[in-house]
């Protein structure tokens, strides 16, 4: 029978009520619900209870419900219930079922039999204002909330074990999910419930048997570590003959695979894990793979002494890679890499062209030198401008800075230019300041005004006016660009010639090479998407990977120690990504338009999420114009950014309203010329086969969805970063601003990678043209700035801090180089270490 306690009163409303007894009590139907079936339970008549509470039907009003009325929820799964316990009457009182307030004065988790006498205080789970008893003898059921969570854990389980893996995988991992989530808070907050331990090792075997069953022994064996480390006499310690059949099955995959690597890490982790007690496959598996290693090994030795030296380092890497630890091994290598230097390098991007003056294109600015020398080579940032150097010998400035000498060397070196006297470099330098040559530069051609030849070895140059760097402007080949059958010639000035251009790899082989000379070739292998590479560098199948995706930058840095045998390194400059228009789709060139992209595109969003990882990077940043701002604001190579001028932020409805005067423009121009105004049809984006660019790109579709512009994308063949269809209306494009003083007019003069027909533009272009000192050159270029942002000549999006990474055992690679081979010149190269 049920009623108040006498001693006990009305409590104040919300007393003892935790924010979880408030929210069930509103699944109840509200709160002044659940008081009139409070009262109307304490008014029922005899024939319910059996007893009168006429005594206290004058303190509480009487409020007709049906005693079929049962406190229970029914809605919320039981895992995300606060606590509760559940009581039960007989059929005398129509099996009357509540959850209650957690009982504390009974014996958890089972109820013991002295204590089924008398009467059960309790609280009802949906008002706590009043204190209730019930004799023990109505009474059927007292469930715990743990029972309740230990009963439901165990019947998913046993669903689980009734079906197929085999067939039915996926429910049966939904079944062994839904019931880790009760064994999982089980061990939280009852972690010493009865038969909690041997319960989750149960488990644990089933998880483990469902994972074999479906094929995924991997993660099978992960699962059998776990029940193996909580309770190793499991079964009577058979546990590892079945890790040793898993082991079996998992390296066995991997050998197939040729993935030596993940199979040693497997080998080695358990080894040093079980050491004496480890399952007797491990070490089978570890003399398998020495056998493996030392056949290969023998392979080398034969090829090398056949002199088949690529054959033989293939060997001698596959052999190291399946044991990096084979008898005889890194002497051999050792061996090859003094014989024959072969250096494997890891590329996204391969070289269709080889041109490193190339302001957009990754891939032909890295291998230009090597297949082409350059008049004079940018050999990275100084105080004010660039440091460069000719090959050939010196440059001279005069004290007016009107003349310019060449001072050639007498006796010429290994890699240095192949232009041996003043003759041949006057009629380069002349060729390239003709207007009516292919060759002609227009910076150049502003600048000199003739050349003198005076002694073979000397060349004066002079010029209209004084430069800051006219040595800038000579960023060219030595030679005019040859073509052989419509293709850049494979054969140029520079140290190396291609050797074979196929779809997979580019083989670069040092000229007039001998077996013993510090490199012998250099071979680009393509990858499609850096973590493919990266795996390839682990595994010791190349030697450096020359651009890594910057989120994957950003980690490696956490991961790598300091006793890695991989290198992390930036490159010194960063690169300018942008979005260039290069369609005459009416609405780009309108200024308001452009305006609307750049503020409908949350540009800052996009880098730090999606492009770094939400790592901070220092160095990569929003832009507001089309020149690098330095990695920070002290960096001399951001001379031509204005700090001062913010970029634009997302700010989508002004975007919004932009498109929509932009529309309006166009329209009232089309009927002043009596046409039909222009429709805003889908804008096509063409962008790189890079990583970055695909997904910065699928971003940028997003965010112009939102304000109403339809983007699609195009992505270009690998290599290639221009679109040869000329479909696009945009272009992704990186490009690498190494002086912005000469790269300015190669960004946005008349033949630049983002040609405008700007007044604005032009009239900065040509005054930076004519600054003759450092002040005014910093002034003209910070006016185009402002120009190149106010007009939206480009959609600037940010800068990047590139990054590349090698084994030790290439040597002399350089310190922050701007481009990967500037110093291949020096580069050496060692044994091999085991990568883990």
């Keep these: 029978m049920v009623r108040y306690t006498s001693l006990k009163r009305r409590l104040p409303r919300g007393n003892k009520l935790n924010s979880s007894l408030q929210r069930q009590r509103q699944l109840a139907n509200g709160p002044a619900l659940a008081r009139r079936r409070l009262r109307a ?20 009003p009487e409020a007709p419900v049906s005693p079929e009325t049962t406190y229970v929820d029914t809605k919320t799964p039981l895992l995300d219930r606060e606590p509760f316990d559940l009581i039960v009457l007989d059929e005398e009182n129509k099996n009357f079922t509540a959850e209650v307030q957690t009982i504390t004065t009974l014996s958890r988790p089972r109820v013991q039999e002295a204590e089924r006498k008398g009467k059960l205080q309790f609280r009802f789970l949906y008002d706590d204002a009043f204190l209730y008893e019930v004799e023990w003898e109505h009474l059927v059921k007292v469930e715990f909330f743990e029972n309740m969570l230990f009963d439901n854990a165990q019947k998913l389980l046993q669903q689980a074990r009734s079906l197929d893996p085999a067939t039915e995988f996926v429910r049966v991992e939904q079944l062994l999910d839904e019931s880790y989530r009760y064994f999982t808070r089980l061990q939280n907050e009852y972690p010493k419930y009865p038969g909690l331990a041997a319960a989750i090792d149960e488990f644990l075997y089933q998880d483990a048997g469902s994972l074999y069953k479906s094929g995924r022994f991997a993660e099978s064996l992960s699962v059998m570590e776990q029940l193996n480390d909580r309770n190793p006499s499991y079964r009577g310690g058979s546990l590892k003959t079945a890790m040793g059949t898993l082991v079996s099955k998992i390296v066995a995959d991997y050998v197939k695979r040729e993935d030596y690597r993940s199979a040693r890490i497997v080998l080695d982790r358990l080894a040093a ?35 088949e030296y690529r054959e033989a380092i293939a060997s001698i890497r596959q052999a190291l890679d399946i044991s990096p630890n084979v008898p005889g091994g890194k002497d051999l290598q050792l061996v090859l890499a003094e014989t024959y230097p072969q250096i494997i390098v890891g590329v996204t991007q391969p070289a269709l062209s080889y041109d490193s003056g190339r302001l957009d294109n990754w891939a032909a600015r890295r291998t230009g030198r090597l297949v082409h020398r350059t008049l004079v080579e940018f050999l990275g940032a100084g105080s004010e401008g660039g440091e460069y150097q000719f090959p050939g010998g010196l440059i001279e400035r005069s004290p007016d800075g009107r003349t310019m000498t060449f001072r050639l060397k007498q006796f010429l070196e290994d ?53 800051v760097l006219p040595q800038s402007l000579l960023r060219v080949p030595m030679s005019a660009s040859i073509q052989e059958d419509g293709k850049e010639a494979l054969e140029g ?94 609405y780009l060139a309108n200024a308001n338009f452009r305006r609307a992209l750049v503020f409908g595109i949350d540009r800052q969003r996009i880098l730090h999420e999606e492009l770094l990882g939400n790592k901070e990077i220092p160095g990569c940043r929003v832009l507001s114009g089309p020149f690098p701002a330095g990695l920070d604001q002290t960096d001399p190579l951001g001379y031509a950014y204005d700090h001062t001028l913010e970029p634009r932020v997302w700010r989508p409805r002004l975007a919004k309203l932009l498109t929509i005067i932009a529309e309006k423009e166009m329209a009232l121009k089309a009927e002043i010329l009596e046409e039909e105004p222009p429709t805003l049809t889908p804008l096509l984006i063409a962008h790189p086969a890079t990583e970055s660019a695909r997904i910065a790109c699928q971003a940028i579709i997003s965010h112009l969805s939102i304000i109403g512009i339809e983007v699609k994308v195009k992505e270009l063949p690998p290599g290639e970063s221009l679109d040869k269809e000329n479909e696009c209306d945009l272009l992704y494009t990186e490009i690498a601003i190494w002086e912005p003083v000469s790269d ?27 600054a003759e000192n450092w002040g005014d050159v910093h002034d003209q270029l910070v006016a185009l700035h402002h120009a190149a942002h106010n007009e939206v000549t480009v959609i600037p999006l940010w800068q990047t801090v590139d990054y590349f990474i090698y084994n030790k055992r290439l040597r002399n690679i350089g310190e922050q180089p701007v481009w990967l081979y500037q110093y291949v010149d020096q580069w050496r190269l060692g044994a091999q270490t085991a990568q883990r």
């Design 744 to 770: 300015a007019r190669r960004l946005l003069g008349t033949r630049g990678v983002a040609q405008t027909d700007s007044p604005y533009v032009g009239q900065a272009l040509r005054r930076l043209d004519a």
């Design 273 to 307: 894990k079980f050491g004496a007690a480890q399952p007797t496959t491990i070490q089978q598996w570890r003399n398998q793979l020495i056998k493996l290693a030392t056949e290969k090994l023998a392979d080398a030795k034969k090829q090398l002494d056949a002199m």
């Design 493 to 586: 000035t520079g140290a190396f010639r291609v050797d074979i251009q196929g779809d997979s790899e580019t083989r670069f082989m040092l000229k007039g090479f001998t077996p013993g000379s510090r490199l012998a070739e250099l071979i680009e292998m393509k990858f499609d998407d850096a973590q493919s590479a990266l795996n390839a560098l682990r595994r010791g199948q190349i030697d450096v990977i020359d651009r890594l995706f910057p989120s994957d930058a950003a980690r490696l840095a956490d991961q790598l120690s300091r006793d890695s045998d991989l290198v992390l390194q930036k490159y010194s400059l960063p690169s300018v990504h942008m979005l260039v228009p290069k369609s005459d789709h009416p």
């Design 41 to 60: 339970l304490c008014a029922v008549t005899i024939a319910f209870f059996g007893i009168s509470l006429a005594s206290l039907a004058a303190q509480e």
């Design 415 to 467: 890699g240095d230019s192949p232009i041996s006297n003043g003759y041949d470099l006057s009629r380069r330098l002349l060729e390239l300041a003709n207007p009516r040559s292919l060759e002609y530069r227009e910076a150049w051609g502003s600048l000199a005004t003739g050349a003198t030849v005076e002694d073979v070895l000397r060349v004066d140059v002079n010029l209209r006016r004084s430069h």
